[in-house]
Antibody, heavy 122, light 108 residues
């Protein structure tokens, strides 16, 4: 059974930092790209960042580029998101999600964690 | 960035009703369209990918269609567990995916 379990969320002041973690189990972690997707309170879904299976490639939404860093430790089957210079608009539930690869390509995310809430407020 | 526009933003329906949700992409995305269902306080669940392929375990009352820029999600006979918010997502340039704004299916 695939399991993704985010942690590390909490209340942080504007300009502060936070590191999210997402240990994974139930699949060969290093074979899959992993992503972070966030959802502001009462709002829709927003892709944040993706890292390839071998950690050789990373991708970021323009809204977080230069402030957030995605990483992974395949020896520990874990995904991370280092968030610096946090802003009020970063307040959201952050989900880690496993890329879904099909015969026609990567189509989205087939497994998601339960989410961890990040609140940026003074 | 490819913009995804869903309509309606909400729909009120009764049990057994047929419900159709539309999603329009700002540029052609072939069939790289995925649908998710999200219930309050829960993570999204993948329902349909490649515009019309039902994910394993998803009831057959869900169906998807479309290609290019216009797509639809249809629930043929609404069940109690279907009341939720539905999102479309383009995967034409994965990993830079974008989601529609969501459609909330409510009880009439």
């Amino acid at each position: 059974e695939v399991q993704l379990l985010e942690s590390g969320g909490g209340l942080v002041q504007p300009g502060g930092s936070l590191r999210l973690s997402c240990p994974a189990s139930g699949f060969t972690f290093s074979n899959y790209a992993m992503s972070w997707v966030r959802q502001a309170p009462g709002m829709g879904l927003e892709w944040v960042s993706t890292i390839s299976g071998g950690a050789t490639s990373t991708f970021y939404a323009d809204s977080v580029k230069g402030r957030f860093t995605i990483s992974r430790d395949n020896s520990k089957n874990a995904l991370y998101l280092q968030m610096n210079s946090l802003r009020a608009e970063d307040t959201a539930v952050y989900y880690c999600a496993k890329a879904y690869m099909t015969t026609t390509g990567t189509v989205g995310f087939d497994y998601w964690g339960q989410g961890t809430l990040v609140t940026v407020s003074s | 960035d490819i913009q995804m526009t869903q309509s309606p933003s909400s729909v009120s329906a009764s049990l057994g009703d047929r419900v159709t949700i539309t999603c329009r992409a700002s540029q052609g995305i072939s069939s790289y369209l995925t649908w998710y269902q999200q219930k309050p306080g829960k993570a999204p669940k993948l329902l349909i990918y490649a515009a019309s392929t039902l994910q394993s375990g998803v009831p057959s009352r869900f169906s998807g269609s479309g290609s290019g820029t216009d797509f639809t999600l249809t629930i043929s006979s609404l069940q109690p567990e279907d009341f939720a918010t539905y999102y479309c997502q383009q995967a034409n340039n994965f990993p830079r995916v974008t989601f529609g704004g969501g459609t909330k299916v409510e009880i009439k």
